[in-house]
């Protein structure tokens, strides 16, 4: 018992080390890679998982827009459910 504590309190001497921040080309804002979608039809009467896809755009409304980063994950979400969501450019 008492080696743990001493491990314990040798640990909590050492400095902490700061981690180098990278910054991505994704930080920037620009509308570059950047899609716009809109949910415009219900998904009532479709399965759970494609009503949660519909949610994990982050729509709450029929035809409302969403401007979201173009990654290849989104594009897979887009064409699981292309009935109930459409890009608009």
Not at 56 to 62: A, P
């Amino acid at each position: 018992m008492a080696a743990k504590k001493e491990t314990q309190a040798e640990t909590a001497k050492k400095p902490a080390v700061k981690k180098a921040v990278k910054k991505t080309a994704t930080a920037k804002k620009s509308s570059a890679g950047k899609i716009r979608i809109q949910y415009y039809r219900s998904s009532i009467g479709f399965s759970v998982t494609q009503k949660l896809t519909v949610k994990g755009f982050g729509f709450g409304k029929l035809n409302s827009t969403r401007e979201l980063v173009d990654t290849p994950a989104l594009r897979g979400m887009i064409a699981k459910v292309p009935h109930l969501v459409r890009i608009v450019e």
